[in-house]
């Protein structure tokens, strides 16, 4: 081997020289660092050193708080093995925090389980129930809970229909959950939960029974408020819980709390060493500060989080106008927080958000964390709307002569500049369905990286309006999502902000409006997407100012509704591609260099050119399909053939050199950092099913696009195309015929049917096509026809 010259040598050694030297001063800071030790079998008459532990986590707060050099050397409180049932959460404030050089670490001590539990242990005698394999046993006066625990495993309030998890809503739904029939057969009801998805199938409904009506057969409820969009429940996704007459299932139980006795039908035979926990607390770690005080460096790392309760009936505050109620709480909850952290760690079926960032909050960290079964979202930030400068409402229109002409934040009550790094987030929302692996609401500056989300109801990742901006989307493998809702994507977004259906504003000026919430842009980039009940990324009403670049779109491709200044260039769109949908003549959108394998399927688009420049795509269908809305400016220079792609087999969709889409100035993205990269997690996580790409550039000989059409009283009608359904705000489950024109002086005017309008029912049958239409509508004794104007629902003639 040739000597190393010199200076090389010199180079080397000096750099070795410097690893050993940090990690040298970084042993001599933890050992200089004070050390508060905690274990089960201590006790908090101890000093907390290694040899006499602390027991209680309250206790070894107290012994943070009150450390005279706290600030001025870090402190780390080492927990050993075993679990930690709370009486109450745990509060971190600015009297329990570190500093930058001297931060307070709160730490499972190396390769040890410890849980963080919000629960309590039950000590529990069995005995029969009448011989029916129902096990029934006392329970400590006073003590109420939702959720139950054996051996760690979470068993099944009972209910109606049984579980079965091969049902994907709600593991299980009956028309006639609440029927009348059914209802008459409860002694008492009071206690148990009626469930069901929202009438468009936009999130769900939780309500609270208290009783029978005096007739014996209808219920008492309350609830119902746990989305922003009311409407009915839906009628047949339905399911109801913790009513003893449904308890007839092995791993069901059911709580009498005026008896104070547990019934449980266990799966197997109890024993001895069998351990049931219950949960009691909503949270278990409380950051709380302001902004003049805050709760700072102080981080959480190696914890399992259990038993929480579930909050369903707590989700009630509007986030302004997306769809979306949310409680403002969670197993770890942060507001008037700076440079905190939670790393490391899982979150174990908590019942309802696992980390809920709320209010003031700047780089809080949430990393290398396992969360899965939540009851409701996974991470959550969440600003207040003081902050927002016109907090519009669905029933408060703007006007513009009223509106705030300032950009950004009215006052810093928002989280800012955090960071969701290399998370694995999968099956929440068991029965909240307005949830998200990652929400994020009057936010600015939140990177979520290397993330994997997947066994979603709804979205992976919600950005639920344009305040303020600022946030990057890199790296994440979000895919399996809107399993049980509907009108969604993987990524979906709203963009309600105060220039949305603002009244009265000049013409011209809504683009620039539109750049006063959303005063950064938004990046969506280097991730993997895939939804298969929905579109892969869905930019829904007004959502604006967005970078989309560098992604793989493995099914439902990218749908943008009105909204103004996108740039959507260099992503790959596996047998799909755009889904334009009620843009602004002026939307100034930029599309190019994309890899397309659909043509672009537009719904409800304005005359005339869309948006900046379509144009320099590449197309894997037919020189027609590339063509077919060149009378909108689109796609000009763009060209049609096989991408060649290197080895779609294995998901690589890069492409070879001599690709078309390289001459267009495609480039090549990395097609193996998507999702999570610890191996912990790695080893854990699931990867998104891989298509074959379907390639067909033969020239099609007639124009597919044009739909089918009937003269029906008058009116000309054509069915809804695919995903126009979203384009009206209506459930994808409804098939309705559109109404393109009116003829004068027909029973279609007499009627009051009108141009735009859609036809959902004739009499009581629900149209499903065109063939659904009755021949013989009788004029003398008209039935009533249900139509969809205007975002409400009609019913002619009137």
């Known amino acids: 081997m040739k000597e190393m010259n010199r200076p090389v040598k010199r180079l080397v050694f000096t750099f070795a020289a ?29 000093p907390g050193s290694q040899s006499k532990p602390l027991q209680t986590f309250q206790a070894a707060v107290e012994k943070v708080r009150l450390y005279p050099s706290r600030g001025k050397e870090p402190i780390t409180v080492w927990f050993r093995k075993g679990t930690y049932y709370l009486e109450k959460p745990v509060v971190i404030d600015a009297d329990v925090s570190g500093s930058e050089r001297a931060p307070v670490k709160f730490a499972a001590f190396t390769g040890e389980k410890v849980v963080i539990s919000g629960g309590r242990r039950l000590d529990l005698k069995w005995r029969e129930y ?111 819980e913790g009513i003893f007459e449904e308890l007839d299932s092995p791993g069901e139980w059911y709580l009498n709390t005026k008896q104070n006795k547990l019934y449980y039908y266990p799966k197997m035979k109890i024993s001895g060493s069998d351990v049931f926990e219950v949960p009691v607390l909503k949270h278990l770690i409380e950051f709380r500060g302001s902004p003049e005080k805050p709760a700072r460096f102080v981080s959480f790392e190696g914890f399992i989080f259990m038993h929480t309760l579930r909050t369903f009936m707590e989700t009630r505050e509007p986030l302004l106008r997306s769809d979306w109620a949310i409680y403002r709480g969670g197993a770890l909850f942060f507001t008037g927080a700076e440079d905190c952290s939670v790393l490391d760690c899982d979150f174990d079926n908590v019942g309802g958000n696992a980390v809920f960032v709320s209010g003031y909050a700047r780089r809080i960290t949430v990393a290398r964390c396992h969360i899965f079964g ?152 280097n991730s993997r ?84 420049m379509i144009d320099f795509n590449l197309f894997a269908t037919s020189e027609f399909e590339k063509r077919r809305y060149s009378e909108h400016g689109c796609d000009e220079n763009s060209v049609v053939g096989d991408p060649g792609f290197i080895a779609p087999e294995k998901g690589d969709f890069r492409v070879k050199s001599d690709s078309l889409a390289i001459k267009l100035g ?40 044009k739909p089918q059409q009937i003269n029906w009283l008058g009116a000309t009608l054509e069915p809804l195309p695919e995903g126009g359904y979203s384009a009206y705000g209506l459930s994808k489950e409804l098939k309705p015929l559109q109404v393109v024109s009116v003829q004068n002086d027909t029973v279609a005017v007499k009627l009051g049917l009108q141009k735009g309008d859609l036809i959902i029912k004739v009499g009581n049958v629900p149209l499903t096509s065109i063939k659904d239409l009755p021949a013989n509508y009788s004029t003398s004794s008209p039935s009533k026809i249900e139509v969809y104007r205007n975002g409400q629902t009609v019913i002619l003639p009137r």
């Open 374 to 525: 939540a009851g409701a979202n996974a991470i959550a930030f969440v600003g207040n709307q003081d902050a927002v400068r016109n907090p519009a409402t669905w029933d408060k229109p703007l006007q513009y002569e009223e509106i705030d002409k300032e950009p950004g934040p009215r006052s810093p009550n928002y989280p800012s500049d955090c960071l969701v790094e290399d998370c694995l987030i999968h099956q929440c929302g068991e029965i909240e369905k307005q949830v998200a692996g990652v929400e994020i609401s009057m936010a600015q500056n939140i990177t979520v990286r290397h993330c994997s989300i997947y066994d979603m109801p709804r979205a992976g990742i919600n950005i639920g309006d344009g305040c303020w901006g600022g946030h990057v989307i890199e790296f994440c493998d979000v895919f399996n999502t809107v399993l049980e809702t509907g009108d969604h994507g993987s990524f979906n977004s709203w963009g309600r902000d105060r220039f949305w259906e603002l009244k009265n504003a000049p013409v011209g000026k809504l683009p620039e409006l539109a750049l006063l919430d959303v005063v950064k842009p938004i990046i969506i980039r």
């Open 666 to 705: 495609f480039v090549n993205f990395p097609m193996d950092k998507f999702g999570v990269q610890c191996e912990r997690l790695k080893r854990l996580a699931k990867t998104p099913q891989i298509p074959s790409p379907r390639i067909n550039l033969a020239e099609a000989k007639t124009n597919s696009a």
């Open 18 to 46: 410097v690893i050993v030297a940090c990690q040298f001063f970084s042993s001599i800071g933890r050992l200089s660092g004070a050390e508060i030790w905690i274990s089960p079998d201590g006790s908090d008459k101890n």
């Open 529 to 612: 997407w895939r939804c298969d009940h929905g579109w892969d990324i869905d930019l829904d009403d007004g959502s604006s100012n967005y970078q989309i670049y560098n992604n793989l779109l493995l099914r439902g491709g990218l749908k943008l509704r009105e909204g103004f200044h996108r740039v959507v260039t260099n992503n790959i769109c596996i047998n799909n591609g755009l889904h334009l949908h009620v843009w602004y003549p002026d939307s100034q959108d930029y599309i190019a260099r994309n890899i397309l394998m659909a043509p672009h399927s537009p719904i409800r688009m304005p005359t005339g050119k869309w948006g900046k």
């Open 130 to 240: 009448n011989n029916s394999g129902i096990l029934v046993a006392d329970t400590p006066p006073g003590i109420e809970f939702d959720q139950l625990f054996v051996n760690g495993e979470r068993q099944t309030l009972a209910r109606y229909p049984n579980k079965d998890t091969n049902i994907l809503i709600f593991n299980g739904y009956a028309k006639d959950a609440i029927a009348p029939e059914r209802v008459s057969k409860w002694q008492d009801p009071a206690g148990g939960y009626f469930h069901a998805l929202h009438q468009f199938l936009w999130g769900s409904w939780h309500y609270k029974i208290l009783g029978k009506n005096p007739d014996n057969n209808t219920l008492k409820l309350e609830g119902g408020w746990q989305n922003n969009r009311p409407t009915k429940p839906h009628p047949q996704y339905r399911f109801v």
